[in-house]
């Protein structure tokens, strides 16, 4: 059974920071590549970051550039999204999703920015 579990997610005042992390199982990891994604109520589903399966390669949303940075560890079967300089906008339920031929899904973690 696939399971992707998201933590690390909560309250935290603008221009603070949060290390979200999302612990796979039940697949080869290694082989997967992984995203974190973002949603607000009443909006779709948006791209923050994405890596590929040996970490190689990284891609951000513009809105996210600069601030916050993806990683992965290939033996713990872990991503992360270190978020640095956090931003009101930024807030929303982040999930985490494995992808290669098939897609996998986190139940999200919610990140609040706020004063």
Not at 49 to 76: E, L, P
Not at 80 to 85: A, I, K, V, W
Not at 100 to 106: I, K
């Amino acid at each position: 059974q696939v399971q992707l579990v998201e933590s690390g997610g909560g309250l935290v005042q603008p221009g603070g920071s949060l290390r979200l992390s999302c612990a796979a199982s039940g697949i080869t990891f290694s082989s997967y590549a992984m995203s974190w994604y973002r949603q607000v109520p009443g909006k779709e589903r948006e791209l923050v970051a994405f890596i590929t399966s040996t970490g190689s390669m990284t891609n951000y949303a513009d809105s996210v550039k600069g601030r916050f940075t993806i990683s992965r560890d290939n033996a713990k079967s872990t991503v992360y999204l270190q978020m640095n300089r956090l931003k009101p906008e930024d807030t929303a339920v982040y999930y985490c999703k494995a992808k290669r031929v098939g897609d996998y899904w986190g139940q999200g973690t919610q990140v609040t920015v706020s004063s």
